[in-house]
T-cell receptor, first 115, second 107 residues
Framework: KAGVTQTPRYLIKTRGQQVTLSCSPI?????VSWYQQTPGQGLQFLFE???????NKGNFPGRFSGRQFSNSRSEMNVSTLELGDSALYLC??????????????FGPGTRLTVL | KNEVEQSPQNLTAQEGEFITINCSYS?????LHWLQQHPGGGIVSLFM???GKKKHGRLIATINIQEKHSSLHITASHPRDSAVYIC?????????FGKGTRLHILP
């Protein structure tokens, strides 16, 4: 069974631009969550989607948004990019919703660099 | 104070040594996760536990809910165990990560 896939793997953007990242979960998984990892802050939770609905959201500004499609694939969008948005963005999938007590299967990540 | 604290931050050991990484948390949790991240970024879930102890190969994870503390042990460590180990706690509406422990096993 294929793992979680993320595209693109690397991305370079300039300040003020917007970016869309994609995540395809493991087949049959309906829950997708997104995370940001930076050297300073470590891993931080962005949001969680299940059945096309956002269930939970971390403490990030409104420039960060996401959605989930009927096939469980998910996208996240960052508008008006800032230098501080440079990070590794990871998505993870699981069978059921609930970050607290469900094993998460992580994708390889998208490394975003904002110049 | 961070809600999830890991120690040590960095650990270098010789191949074959017994390794212990600690995680303390200050919030009520539903479960605790141990994750492994290799250079390049990929993260693998090692354990999810809410009580007691779990073992997988040379890895053992324990949790004490009353003490709000968990440990990850690696027996007979090997250079391929070199990675960052991250503790994360699940609370009802999010997951909170520790800063990670960078482990380097020397051959």
């Amino acid at each position: 069974k294929a793992g979680v896939t993320q595209t693109p793997r690397y991305l370079i953007k300039t300040r003020g631009q917007q970016v869309t990242l994609s995540c395809s979960p493991i087949s049959g998984h309906r829950s997708v969550s997104w995370y940001q990892q930076t050297p300073g802050q470590g891993l931080q939770f962005l949001f969680e989607y299940f059945s096309e609905t956002q269930r939970n959201k971390g403490n990030f500004p409104g420039r960060f948004s996401g959605r989930q499609f009927s096939n469980s694939r998910s996208e996240m969008n960052v508008s008006t990019l800032e230098l501080g948005d440079s990070a590794l963005y990871l998505c993870a999938s699981s069978w059921t919703p609930g970050l607290a007590a469900n094993e998460q299967f992580f994708g390889p990540g998208t490394r975003l660099t904002v110049l | 104070k961070n809600e999830v604290e890991q120690s040590p931050q960095n650990l270098t050991a010789q191949e074959g040594e017994f390794i212990t990484i600690n995680c303390s948390y200050s919030v009520g949790i539903s479960a605790l996760h141990w994750l492994q991240q290799h250079p390049g970024g990929g993260i693998v879930s090692l354990f999810m536990l809410s009580s007691g102890k779990k073992k997988h190969g040379r890895l053992i994870a324990t949790i004490n809910i009353q003490e709000k503390h968990s440990s990850l042990h690696i027996t007979a460590s090997h250079p391929r165990d070199s990675a960052v180990y991250i503790c994360a706690v699940g609370v009802p509406d999010k997951i909170i990560f520790g800063k990670g422990t960078r482990l380097h096993i020397l051959p």
